[in-house]
């Protein structure tokens, strides 16, 4: 008797999986984009003659733009196609890489990366899971969906952090970005025959305002981002920048951002009560950014991508130092963290919970403080990457259980047709948490390294120092562990003088733990203050969400 194949089972594997397979290939490209970023910025900082801060304020640009264009994209989206629309979201990002690839400086690289793949991603973000709603309309199919697009989201920020490197420094950082250009086709094929919805009647748009809350945030945080390298009020590092004088007024530029944000942000709140009272749709009032849950939930989010980014980051700065490991060695070693939060998230995705979810979600936020107490310990002399194994693979369990809930709980009292909006909203300030975390505790970690190696080489010398050439040392040397290789930095301590010599292994072996220690405490501070902020969300859901992280 002759066996008959279901039609079902006969189609190729293209037509039963290539549709979704394309959704999950565009929240890669993204978190590609963002996590290949960092090990290609010494090389890239070195040919642009800039700073590490203007290249992370360009990360935060881009999240910030992605974030605030959402909503609006999401409208576009409704209005005129949802098809039309990705295909020319896919084409903008197409001339933002190519813009990132052709850059000769610091300013197009900006343009490229925050103005063209920032504009974007708005729609990119959100179109997959609206996509992923019509290819599986029931709720357990569609939450596996949704996990796909998690897994492809933390497994394009893994593969950019590896390969990023090794292209960076074997052949061009620019390479790192071309490989993107091939991946835009392959998407298209494969999802410009989803069936979406025709197009609809939908509110008005407030471009000024989503305008005025870009430049509002903008300028704000990259202000608060370059304070540290340019001066919180005494101007101190370059004078200008693409002829742009960073020293208005004799001051030096952070405080005049941090303050034209806050001046946008006025005019913002002016604007949109105006609007109110006009009856017409405003920006604050319209959306997932009036639900007090949602925006507590984004919060603890946001600060929770923030130290579990600043504890990766830092550990891609610590490991080649004290270990002595190359990029793509590290990776691998600071992998564990990445297989056990996926693993944890494969586990639970399944389950509905037995316990309320805000207990798990608070339990995995204890696990993670306790993973990185463990890791304080695991840094300390002699350093290796077994040591650091069960403390890493503790946070990331801690992590994966906190990711599984916090999505679920964040959007306990969002409407069901603000669920695309929000989960497009709730990922590029992932991404914000993220370059704040690689911002604001890298350079906790690597300012705090160089003013102890600094005052240890002071001491073995005997001698005083003038707190101004002090100060101008700390600064070359921040600049030097951030843009050199560990090669070229070990030529520039050669320089010394010989009777440092025998001692300076111990004075940057020393430095770098006990920087590395402190930040991890800055880092578990912040881990408990989500703890404590998790109580205001509310204990149970009707709905389980897929994760998004």
């Known amino acids: 008797m002759q066996m008959v194949t279901p039609p079902a089972l006969r189609q190729p594997i293209l037509a039963t999986w290539g549709q979704p397979l394309g959704l999950c290939l565009i929240l890669f490209m993204l978190s590609y984009t963002i996590g290949v970023v960092q090990p290609i910025m010494p090389p890239l900082v070195r040919e642009f003659n800039s700073s590490v801060g203007y290249v992370q304020s360009a990360l935060v640009l881009m999240s910030l733009v992605t974030a605030s264009f959402t909503p609006t994209a999401e409208n576009l989206s409704r209005r005129l196609g949802r098809r039309r629309v990705l295909a020319i979201a896919l084409g903008f990002f197409a001339l933002g890489l190519i813009v990132i690839i052709l850059s000769p400086d610091v300013g197009l690289f900006t343009l490229g990366l925050a103005g063209c793949t920032g504009i974007a991603g708005a729609v990119l973000m959100s179109a997959p899971v609206a996509m992923m709603d019509v290819l599986y309309p029931s709720e357990l199919t569609q939450r596996y969906g949704l996990v796909a697009l998690a897994i492809a989201g933390v497994l394009g920020a893994l593969v950019g952090s590896i390969t990023g490197g090794v292209m960076a420094f074997d052949f061009s950082w620019r390479w790192a970005f071309a490989f993107e250009l091939g991946l835009i086709p392959i998407i298209w094929w494969l999802v410009r025959s989803i069936a979406v919805p025709a197009p609809a009647q939908t509110r008005s748009i407030d471009w000024l305002g989503g305008l005025l809350s870009v430049a509002g945030f903008g300028f704000t945080l990259v202000g608060l981002s370059l304070a540290s390298e340019l ?82 980051f830092n550990l891609f700065q610590f490991i080649p130092t004290v270990v002595g490991l190359n990029p793509v060695q590290t990776a691998i070693a600071v992998m564990p963290f990445t297989i056990a939060q996926l693993a944890v998230l494969l586990m639970l995705v399944k389950q509905r919970p037995q316990v309320p979810p805000r207990y798990l979600l608070q339990a995995g936020l204890l696990v993670k403080s306790v993973g990185i107490a463990m890791l304080v310990t695991a840094v300390r002399p002699p350093v290796s990457s077994l040591r650091l194994l069960p403390a890493l693979v503790i946070m990331g369990a801690g992590t994966g259980l906190f990711t599984t809930y916090i999505t679920s709980l964040t959007f306990a009292d969002t409407l069901k047709d603000q669920k695309v909006e ?45 707190p101004a050439v002090r100060r101008n040392a700390v600064r070359s040397l921040q600049v030097a562990i951030q843009t050199l290789r560990r090669s070229d930095r070990r030529d520039l301590f050669t320089q010394l003088p010989d009777s440092v010599q025998p001692a300076l292994n111990g004075i940057l072996q020393t430095a770098a733990i006990e920087a590395m220690q402190s930040t991890l405490l800055v880092i578990l501070a912040l881990c408990l203050l989500c703890l404590g902020l998790s109580f205001l969300l509310p204990k149970t859901v009707k709905t389980i969400e897929a994760p998004i992280e």
């Open 422 to 466: 929000a989960r497009g909203v709730y990922r590029p300030f992932q991404n914000l948490g993220a370059s704040l975390g690689r911002g604001i505790l890298g350079t906790l970690l690597v300012s705090s390294a160089s003013y102890k190696i600094v005052d240890g080489i002071v001491a073995e010398l005997g001698q005083s120092v003038d």
């Open 231 to 312: 001066g919180w009020w005494q101007p101190r590092g370059r004078s200008q920048i693409l002829n742009v004088a960073l020293t208005p007024l004799g001051i030096s530029v952070a405080p005049v951002l941090i303050a034209a944000g806050l001046i946008c942000l006025g005019i913002l709140v002016f604007w949109e009560r105006a609007r109110l009272r006009q009856g017409e749709p405003s920006l604050l009032r319209l959306g997932v950014f009036n639900r007090r849950i949602y925006t507590l939930g984004l919060t603890i989010g946001t600060l929770h991508t923030m130290t579990t980014v600043g504890v990766q």
